[in-house]
Structure formats: structure tokens, C-alpha cells
């Protein structure tokens, strides 16, 4: 149903099964400058005028004659009633009648919608109809008596004004009453229509995602589940603000105590003292409560903002550095929580303080500004004490600030091991927990700049206080014979209201600045939130078992960071459980594309990949990733122990992680170390050497049992005791699974069930080792040329020779 509120009117979905098919995934909404909203605004306009002139009309007594003394003609009390009421309807029926005519477009022969929109229609009519007659009379006999009733009492000049404009809009009112036939049968045509693409953005005609507006408003909602705490921060906000503002008025009731007595003037300055303890206790609550609501947004934000990264497709960390999205993790939240809490705070308390020391201002004594400058030094010792601790406490939220950051760059800049493993939630749940660590800092330095505001409150003005007793003692004893220098006709607070007044102005100058970068940085953030990730993370359908079958029918790529080149060409070739396939070909055909396209990191832009004889797009990607592993040709490794990194896409225990360690040929040099799998790799396992990655990196994928095992075989750059260690691991792994490997060795592809060669993105042969040989075609040409090194060459000649004896 459609919702009228003033501004915007939302239509309903109901459109017919033609019009879907057609446009696809769509609504419609109504313009906010339409027939509805500009009869509800007129009225609404004449409502209020009405009751203002009806209350502001004369003085109290006159206004109290006029509804108790009911005179048609010299009341207009019938007027404010009928703009009331005619308010109370339109706001109430117009709605309805557009909800239902709307209706109407998708149901043009439902009966019922006809009746109650004629009713409707009618009543709207009847009722400005008898608003206009009923002003049109009223009007018509008053102006008969102010002209010719010799008697009459002529009312209130703004009375007057009342009929006048009663007796306007009602003739207006009518009018637009006539033309709601009309304006509801026009409901189709004025409706503006919202496409949709599949992930629900809205797209313009070009099928482009059109982005969502960013302004201050929508920065400032990212509190809203702060709102809470922020309520509390400005009720300290106010009365911390009002008490700053009203205390200079005591400083001249100090000065004037001075003249006439010690005890007028202890009373005084004891007020003054109580002013500013309650602004020093309440300044303590606006402080604490504002930046711990400014902590609570960043950490919720830096969460939901790595959730929402860590969830999307590989295609968006193509196009975009790590560091960059790091930064707007790190920094541009950071922006953002002080301009949506902080900000906000000294915005409001400076334009109170502003506005106070405006209204309250008068002149004081200059004389006085040096014994007043005199107390900086004490609250320069304080401040001096409050920044060396809380340099301490920022260097340790920085530092668990960093480890959040190293924490996620590493999970984004290794995405595709993450979304191997299915890993998204544990990179998120490791990444909470340090931000939470971070935010515990963060609590602990809004305790201390709270209390900083209220000691420093409490010395700062405590102190002024003194000085100006002290002041309006030498005052005082100066009046009395004793001559001090000072004259009681100065007005310290003058000049305190005069220094309010600068600094707030400055200070206001440079929030517009905080808020505008606050914005700009929030651009970047709501560019991220909004963004829906093209290839989702979760959510399809999951199989009751899983063969191990993969088939590409007719599939083109191409790489979205590219798209004029197209990577793959109607490749179309079938794996069947237990076979393994070796896919070969010179480097940048496609053979690695093809591996991702089966772990789903992309979709293909046309044909078909099933996994176990259902389309891959319709499977749960986080129950098909634990059927699937993955051992890339440089393995990836996290900065926490082996066990960890061995364990990274189940829950195992130091057993099952033991069992695939050997299986692996890892756990000899595992067992060297002297923490063990407790070891530390460093940052991508710089402390292992290739061979040690690569072990591991095969134990992380045995330990998943994967059905479907992927292979970019990784010994040539290893030394020969290495190469030997994690072939034996390859061949370990393979029994049993489906496998389909990235070949370079000629062992590997003489032992493969089917060997695929893929060139300039096409398949260009398919068959066995021995039957491709025989072709003496592309494959042989790539074994001669591309496949031989080392002892492989050897091999490989020796291949060769057999082939050319049996020929």
C-alpha cells in the first residue's frame, strides 16, 4: 500500500505478469510534487495560518470573549474549528482515495474499489463544497456589518485576516476537490518507474547501479543504535553548557559583594564554586558518554564493514588494493565516529556556549586578565600528567588498532585461500575479536578524557573562582581605605563571555571542516556497505552426496578487471569421479581460469559448470567449498602456527591435524621445530621454506577430505630432495578423488586419465598422453618446447626415443 507523508509516496508492487516479464525486477513510486501531496500541503498551510491568527488575535480576555460569547459575525473561533477539521480529513481520506485508485490500475473492474473511491471522491468534494459556502456566507456578513451595521463591533484587524483568508483557500480547496478524478486517473502515468538488477540494485537505463545519495544526515544515522547513550550525553551536554554559560554572571555579582561585604562575597563565590561543580560533574557524563558512543559506532562499523568486504567477489579485490580497503577500515571510520558523535557534541555546546555568551555578555575589567592568565600554569601541569597517560593508552589502541589491520589485509589479500576453505565467518569472528580488544582501550581513554574534563573543570574554574575572590577582596579593601589598584566598577565576566564567544566561533570554523572529511570519508565507506557482491558466499542448494563430477558446457569468461579480452571460448570438456585430468598449455590460455571458475571465485559470462550434475551457481558455496580443496601452484599461509594453518577450514583435533601432517610428508620437519606445530610461519610463511609451504599447504587440503582435489603442481622452483617430498605428498593426495591439476610435469600428465590442452583460451586437443604424442599436433609441440628442464628434458628425450623406435 502506498504511504502519503508529506514528502514521499511509495506505490505498491502490484504489477501485471506482462509487465514483470518485461521489465524484470522493478517497483514504482509517485512523485512528491503530485496532485496528493499538493492539496494535503494547502491544506495543512490553512489549517495553521487559521489557528495562528485565531490565537494571536487580541489580548487574553478578548480571545477567552470570543469562544465563550459566540457571536457569528464577530468570532471567528468556527473558522479555526472548520480548517482543523478539513486538516484532520484530508490528511486521513486523500491517502486512502490514492491507495485505492492506485489500486485500481492493476484491478479496473473490481467493484468494490469503484464504490469506495467514488464515495471518497464525493465526500471530498461535499466537504470543501460546504467549507466554501459556509466562508463565503461568514465573510459576506461580516462585510455587511463593518459597512452598514451601526452597532458593530468591528473584530480584531487579524480576525479580519482570518476571514479573508478562510473564505481564499476554500475557494482554492474546491477547486482542487474538482480535479481528483482526473488526478487519480493520471496515478499511471505520473508514476515513476525503479529497475532492478538480481542482487536488488537499482540501475538506471543502462543497467548501471545507480548509488544511494550520501549527506550528513544518513553519516549521522550510523549512531543510531547509540542514540541511547548519546541522549545521556546531552543532557550533560546542557546543563554542563548551561552552566558554563551562566556562571560569568556571578563574577560581577563577586565584584559588586566586594563593595559591600566579606560575607556577601563568601556567599557569592561558594555559589560560583556549586555552578561549577555541577558543570565539572556533568561535563565529566557529556565527555565520557559522547566519546564512549564514538568508540561503540567504530567498532561496530569496522565489523560490519569487514564483514561486508571479506563477503565479496573476487572480481572486487581485482580492481581494488588491499591497502585502500585497509585505510577506510582504519582510518575513515575513525573520521566518521567523530563527526557522527564527537563532532556533534562541540558543535551543539559551542553554538550554546555562542548564543549564551551573545545574550549574557557585559564588560569587565581588563585589569583583571593577568591575575585570571595566572592559573594556566596549573592547568598546564594537569594537562601535561592527563597527556602522558593517555599518550600511553593511544599507543596501545593503536598498536591493537594495527593488529586488527594486519589482521584483515591479510584475510583480503589472501581471499581466494579464504574462500576456498569457506572461511568468511572465521575471518570475520578472528577480526571481531580484535577489534574488541581494541575497543576495551577505547572505553578505558573515554573513562580518562571524561575525567579530565571534570578535574580540569573542577582546577580550571576552581581556580578562577579563587582568583576572582581574591580580586574582589583587594576590591573591597580598596573601597575601604586600603588602596590596591583595582576598581569595582570592572566587569571581568566581560571579558570571560568575550573569550567564549572567540573561541567558539573558532572552533565552529573548524567542525565545518571535520564534517565535511567526515562525509567524504563516508562516501567511501557507504560505497562499500552498499556494494552487493556479484558471485554471493552463501545461501543455494546442498546435495545429498557429491561425485566429484565437473563439466563445463560452452563456456565463455571473461576477467572483469578485463573486459575486452576474452579469457575462455566455448571450452567444453567433462571430469567423472575418480578420473584425473590434467589441464596443459602454454602460460596465460586459461588453464588457471579454469580452476577458478570451478571453486566459483568467478561466473562464467555464458554456458554452463556443473559439479556433480547440478549447475554450480544454484549450489551453497560454503557446503560445496568443503567438498572442494585447493593446492595452488605459491600456497598461502597466515601468520599463526602450523596446527592452525593445517586446521584453517575445519575444527580438527591435534591428532586428525597429526594423521594429515604425515600423509603430507610434513611432519618430520614439523617435528624438528621446537614448539611444533605450535610454530609461528611469519607473515605468508616466510619462516618455511617453498618445499614446507608446500607440504603444508597439501596437509590443509587433505585434512577437508575433499571430493574434487585442484592441483597447479608447484616443484620446479624446489630443490631435488623438496620436489621429491611433496611429489610423493601429490601422489598421496590424488588416490581416491577426483583431481584436476595445472600439469608441468611429464609425470603427471603420462599418469593423468585425460589430458586437456587448453590454448588462447580454446581447447585445442583432448585425449590421453600416449594418443596426443601420436597426433603429433599442439601437444607435442608444447612437450618439446615448453615442458622440458632439467631432468625432465632427459625424461622427455628419452620419451622421445621410444616414441621415434616404435614409429
Given at each position: 500500500?502506498?504511504?502519503?507523508?508529506?514528502?514521499?509516496?511509495?506505490?505498491?508492487?502490484?504489477?501485471?505478469?506482462?509487465?514483470?516479464?518485461l521489465?524484470?525486477?522493478?517497483?514504482?513510486?509517485?512523485?512528491?510534487?503530485?496532485?496528493?501531496?499538493?492539496f494535503?500541503?494547502?491544506?495543512?498551510?490553512?489549517g495553521?495560518?487559521?489557528?495562528?491568527?485565531?490565537?494571536?488575535?487580541?489580548?487574553?480576555?478578548?480571545?477567552?470573549?470570543?469562544i465563550?460569547?459566540?457571536?457569528?459575525?464577530?468570532?471567528?473561533?468556527?473558522?479555526?474549528?472548520?480548517?482543523?477539521?478539513?486538516?484532520?480529513?484530508?490528511?486521513?481520506?486523500?491517502?486512502?482515495?490514492?491507495?485505492?485508485?492506485?489500486?485500481?490500475?492493476?484491478?479496473?473492474?473490481?467493484?468494490?474499489?469503484?464504490?469506495?473511491?467514488?464515495?471518497?471522491?464525493?465526500?471530498?468534494?461535499?466537504?470543501?463544497?460546504?467549507?466554501?459556502?459556509?466562508?463565503?456566507?461568514?465573510?459576506?456578513?461580516?462585510?455587511?456589518?463593518?459597512?452598514?451595521?451601526?452597532?458593530?463591533?468591528?473584530?480584531h484587524?487579524?480576525?479580519?485576516?482570518?476571514?479573508?483568508?478562510s473564505?481564499?483557500?476554500?475557494?482554492?480547496e474546491?477547486?482542487?476537490?474538482?480535479?481528483?478524478?482526473?488526478?487519480?486517473?493520471?496515478?499511471?502515468i505520473?508514476?515513476?518507474?525503479?529497475?532492478?538488477?538480481?542482487?536488488?540494485?537499482?540501475?538506471?537505463?543502462?543497467?548501471?547501479?545507480?548509488?544511494?545519495?550520501?549527506?550528513?544526515?544518513?553519516?549521522?544515522?550510523?549512531?543510531?543504535?547509540?542514540?541511547?547513550?548519546?541522549l545521556?550525553?546531552?543532557?550533560?551536554?546542557l546543563?554542563?553548557?548551561?552552566?558554563?554559560?551562566?556562571?560569568?554572571?556571578?563574577?560581577?555579582?563577586?565584584?559588586?559583594?566586594?563593595?559591600?561585604?566579606?560575607?556577601?562575597?563568601?556567599?557569592?563565590?561558594?555559589i560560583l564554586?556549586?555552578?561549577?561543580?555541577?558543570?565539572?560533574?556533568?561535563?565529566?557524563?557529556?565527555?565520557?558518554?559522547?566519546?564512549?558512543?564514538?568508540?561503540?559506532?567504530?567498532?561496530?562499523?569496522?565489523?560490519?564493514?569487514?564483514d561486508?568486504?571479506?563477503?565479496?567477489?573476487i572480481?572486487?579485490?581485482?580492481?581494488?588494493?588491499?591497502?585502500?580497503?585497509?585505510?577506510?577500515?582504519?582510518?575513515?571510520?575513525?573520521?566518521?565516529?567523530?563527526?557522527?558523535?564527537?563532532?556533534?557534541?562541540m558543535?551543539?555546546?559551542?553554538?550554546?556556549?555562542?548564543?549564551?555568551?551573545?545574550?549574557?555578555?557585559?564588560?569587565?575589567?581588563?585589569?583583571?586578565?593577568?591575575?585570571?592568565?595566572?592559573?594556566?600554569?596549573?592547568?598546564?601541569?594537569?594537562?601535561?600528567?592527563?597527556?602522558?597517560?593517555?599518550?600511553?593508552?593511544?599507543?596501545?589502541?593503536?598498536?591493537?588498532?594495527?593488529?586488527?589491520?594486519?589482521?584483515?589485509?591479510?584475510?583480503?589479500?589472501?581471499?581466494?585461500?579464504?574462500?576456498?576453505f569457506?572461511?568468511?565467518?572465521?575471518?570475520?569472528?578472528?577480526?571481531?575479536?580484535?577489534?574488541?580488544?581494541s575497543?576495551?582501550?577505547?572505553?578505558?581513554?573515554?573513562?580518562?578524557?571524561?575525567?579530565?574534563?571534570?578535574?580540569?573543570?573542577?582546577?580550571?574554574?576552581?581556580?578562577?573562582?579563587?582568583v576572582?575572590?581574591?580580586?574582589?577582596?583587594?576590591?573591597?579593601?580598596?573601597?575601604?581605605?586600603?588602596?590596591?589598584?583595582?576598581?569595582?566598577?570592572?566587569?571581568?565576566?566581560?571579558?570571560?563571555y568575550?573569550?567564549?564567544?572567540?573561541?567558539?566561533?573558532?572552533?565552529?570554523?573548524a567542525?565545518?571542516?571535520?564534517?565535511?572529511?567526515?562525509?567524504?570519508?563516508?562516501?567511501?565507506?557507504?560505497?562499500?556497505?552498499?556494494?552487493?557482491?556479484?558471485?554471493?558466499?552463501?545461501?543455494?542448494?546442498?546435495?545429498y552426496?557429491m561425485n566429484?563430477?565437473?563439466?563445463f558446457?560452452?563456456?565463455?569468461?571473461?576477467?572483469?578487471?578485463?573486459?575486452?579480452?576474452?579469457?575462455l571460448?566455448?571450452?567444453?570438456?567433462?571430469?567423472?569421479?575418480?578420473?584425473?585430468?590434467?589441464l596443459?598449455?602454454?602460460?596465460?590460455?586459461?588453464?588457471?581460469?579454469?580452476?577458478?571458475?570451478?571453486?566459483?571465485?568467478?561466473?562464467?559470462?555464458?554456458?554452463?559448470?556443473?559439479?556433480?550434475?547440478?549447475?554450480?551457481?544454484?549450489?551453497?558455496?560454503?557446503?560445496f567449498?568443503?567438498?572442494?580443496?585447493?593446492?595452488?601452484?605459491?600456497?598461502?599461509?597466515?601468520?599463526?602456527?602450523?596446527?592452525?594453518?593445517?586446521?584453517?577450514?575445519?575444527?580438527?583435533?591435534?591428532?586428525?591435524?597429526?594423521?594429515?601432517?604425515?600423509?603430507?610428508?610434513?611432519?618430520?620437519?614439523?617435528?624438528?621445530?621446537?614448539?611444533?606445530?605450535?610454530?609461528?610461519?611469519?607473515?605468508?610463511?616466510?619462516?618455511?621454506?617453498?618445499?614446507?609451504?608446500?607440504?603444508i599447504?597439501?596437509?590443509?587440503?587433505?585434512?577437508?577430505?575433499p571430493?574434487?582435489?585442484?592441483?597447479?603442481?608447484?616443484?620446479?622452483a624446489?630443490?631435488?630432495e623438496?620436489?621429491?617430498?611433496?611429489?610423493?605428498?601429490?601422489?598421496?593426495?590424488?588416490k581416491?578423488?577426483t583431481?584436476?591439476?595445472?600439469?608441468?610435469?611429464?609425470?603427471?600428465?603420462?599418469?593423468?586419465?585425460?589430458?586437456?590442452?587448453?590454448?588462447?583460451?580454446?581447447?585445442?586437443?583432448?585425449?590421453?598422453?600416449?594418443?596426443?604424442?601420436a597426433?603429433?599436433?599442439?601437444?607435442?609441440?608444447?612437450?618439446?618446447?615448453?615442458?622440458?628442464?632439467?631432468?625432465f628434458?632427459?625424461?622427455?628425450?628419452?620419451?622421445?626415443?621410444?616414441?621415434?623406435?616404435?614409429?
Amino acid at each position: 500500500m502506498a504511504k502519503v507523508n508529506g514528502t514521499v509516496n511509495n506505490a505498491p508492487e502490484m504489477e501485471e505478469n506482462e509487465d514483470k516479464a518485461l521489465l524484470g525486477n522493478h517497483r514504482y513510486t509517485l512523485p512528491v510534487l503530485r496532485y496528493t501531496n499538493i492539496f494535503i500541503s494547502l491544506v495543512i498551510i490553512d489549517g495553521i495560518m487559521s489557528c495562528i491568527m485565531w490565537l494571536t488575535g487580541g489580548h487574553t480576555k478578548y480571545f477567552v470573549d470570543n469562544i465563550t460569547d459566540f457571536h457569528f459575525t464577530e468570532s471567528v473561533f468556527d473558522l479555526a474549528l472548520l480548517a482543523g477539521l478539513k486538516t484532520a480529513v484530508i490528511v486521513t481520506v486523500l491517502p486512502i482515495l490514492e491507495n485505492k485508485s492506485y489500486e485500481q490500475i492493476h484491478s479496473p473492474y473490481d467493484r468494490s474499489l469503484q464504490t469506495l473511491c467514488f464515495i471518497l471522491k464525493t465526500a471530498l468534494k461535499l466537504l470543501f463544497l460546504v467549507s466554501l459556502i459556509f466562508s463565503s456566507v461568514k465573510g459576506g456578513m461580516v462585510l455587511n456589518c463593518i459597512l452598514n451595521g451601526e452597532h458593530y463591533v468591528t473584530m480584531h484587524v487579524t480576525y479580519n485576516v482570518l476571514v479573508i483568508s478562510s473564505v481564499s483557500f476554500s475557494v482554492l480547496e474546491f477547486i482542487l476537490s474538482l480535479f481528483s478524478d482526473r488526478a487519480m486517473r493520471r496515478l499511471k502515468i505520473v508514476r515513476i518507474l525503479h529497475r532492478f538488477n538480481d542482487k536488488g540494485q537499482e540501475i538506471d537505463k543502462e543497467g548501471k547501479p545507480v548509488k544511494k545519495k550520501v549527506d550528513i544526515k544518513r553519516l549521522l544515522l550510523l549512531a543510531k543504535p547509540e542514540w541511547g547513550i548519546l541522549l545521556g550525553g546531552s543532557l550533560g551536554l546542557l546543563v554542563s553548557s548551561g552552566a558554563q554559560t551562566a556562571a560569568p554572571l556571578f563574577f560581577g555579582a563577586v565584584v559588586d559583594a566586594a563593595q559591600k561585604s566579606m560575607g556577601e562575597l563568601t556567599n557569592t563565590v561558594v555559589i560560583l564554586v556549586l555552578i561549577y561543580v555541577l558543570y565539572a560533574i556533568f561535563a565529566v557524563i557529556r565527555a565520557w558518554l559522547f566519546t564512549l558512543a564514538g568508540q561503540r559506532l567504530v567498532a561496530r562499523l569496522r565489523k560490519h564493514l569487514f564483514d561486508h568486504i571479506i563477503q565479496q567477489d573476487i572480481a572486487f579485490f581485482d580492481t581494488n588494493r588491499t591497502g585502500e580497503l585497509c585505510n577506510r577500515l582504519a582510518s575513515d571510520t575513525q573520521v566518521v565516529q567523530n563527526a557522527a558523535t564527537v563532532n556533534v557534541s562541540m558543535l551543539v555546546r559551542y553554538t550554546l556556549q555562542m548564543l549564551g555568551s551573545l545574550i549574557l555578555m557585559f564588560y569587565l575589567n581588563a585589569a583583571l586578565t593577568g591575575v585570571l592568565l595566572a592559573v594556566v600554569p596549573v592547568v598546564s601541569i594537569v594537562a601535561v600528567q592527563y597527556g602522558k597517560f593517555v599518550k600511553n593508552m593511544r599507543q596501545k589502541f593503536q598498536d591493537r588498532l594495527a593488529d586488527a589491520g594486519t589482521l584483515a589485509e591479510e584475510n583480503i589479500s589472501s581471499i581466494r585461500t579464504v574462500r576456498s576453505f569457506a572461511g568468511e565467518s572465521k575471518a570475520s569472528s578472528l577480526y571481531s575479536e580484535e577489534v574488541e580488544k581494541s575497543y576495551k582501550v577505547g572505553k578505558k581513554l573515554a573513562i580518562a578524557y571524561g575525567a579530565f574534563e571534570g578535574i580540569v573543570g573542577i582546577l580550571a574554574y576552581g581556580a578562577i573562582a579563587m582568583v576572582l575572590w581574591y580580586g574582589g577582596k583587594l576590591v573591597y579593601d580598596n573601597t575601604h581605605g586600603e588602596h590596591t589598584g583595582l576598581t569595582p566598577g570592572v566587569l571581568t565576566s566581560f571579558l570571560l563571555y568575550t573569550l567564549q564567544v572567540a573561541m567558539a566561533f573558532a572552533l565552529m570554523s573548524a567542525l565545518y571542516g571535520d564534517f565535511m572529511q567526515a562525509v567524504g570519508a563516508s562516501i567511501r565507506i557507504f560505497d562499500l556497505l552498499d556494494r552487493v557482491p556479484d558471485v554471493p558466499t552463501e545461501n543455494g542448494e546442498v546435495l545429498y552426496h557429491m561425485n566429484g563430477r565437473v563439466e563445463f558446457q560452452n563456456v565463455y569468461f571473461t576477467y572483469p578487471s578485463r573486459p575486452e579480452t576474452k579469457v575462455l571460448k566455448g571450452i567444453t570438456f567433462s571430469v567423472e569421479p575418480g578420473e584425473m585430468v590434467a589441464l596443459v598449455g602454454p602460460s596465460g590460455g586459461g588453464k588457471s581460469t579454469i580452476v577458478n571458475l570451478i571453486e566459483r571465485f568467478y561466473d562464467p559470462d555464458s554456458g554452463r559448470i556443473l559439479l556433480g550434475d547440478v549447475d554450480l551457481k544454484t549450489l551453497d558455496p560454503q557446503w560445496f567449498r568443503k567438498k572442494v580443496s585447493m593446492v595452488s601452484q605459491e600456497p598461502t599461509l597466515f601468520a599463526s602456527s602450523i596446527k592452525d594453518n593445517i586446521a584453517y577450514g575445519c575444527r580438527a583435533t591435534d591428532q586428525e591435524v597429526e594423521a594429515v601432517a604425515k600423509q603430507a610428508n610434513a611432519h618430520e620437519f614439523i617435528s624438528t621445530f621446537e614448539d611444533g606445530y605450535n610454530t609461528l610461519v611469519g607473515e605468508r610463511g616466510v619462516r618455511l621454506s617453498g618445499g614446507q609451504k608446500q607440504r603444508i599447504a597439501i596437509a590443509r587440503a587433505l585434512i577437508m577430505d575433499p571430493v574434487l582435489l585442484l592441483l597447479d603442481e608447484a616443484t620446479s622452483a624446489l630443490d631435488a630432495e623438496s620436489e621429491h617430498l611433496v611429489q610423493e605428498a601429490v601422489d598421496r593426495a590424488m588416490k581416491g578423488r577426483t583431481v584436476i591439476v595445472i600439469a608441468h610435469r611429464l609425470s603427471t600428465v603420462r599418469n593423468a586419465t585425460k589430458v586437456v590442452v587448453i590454448d588462447k583460451g580454446e581447447i585445442s586437443e583432448m585425449g590421453t598422453h600416449d594418443e596426443l604424442l601420436a597426433k603429433n599436433g599442439v601437444y607435442k609441440r608444447l612437450v618439446l618446447r615448453q615442458l622440458t628442464a632439467g631432468s625432465f628434458n632427459q625424461s622427455l628425450h628419452g620419451e622421445e626415443e621410444e616414441t621415434h623406435d616404435s614409429s
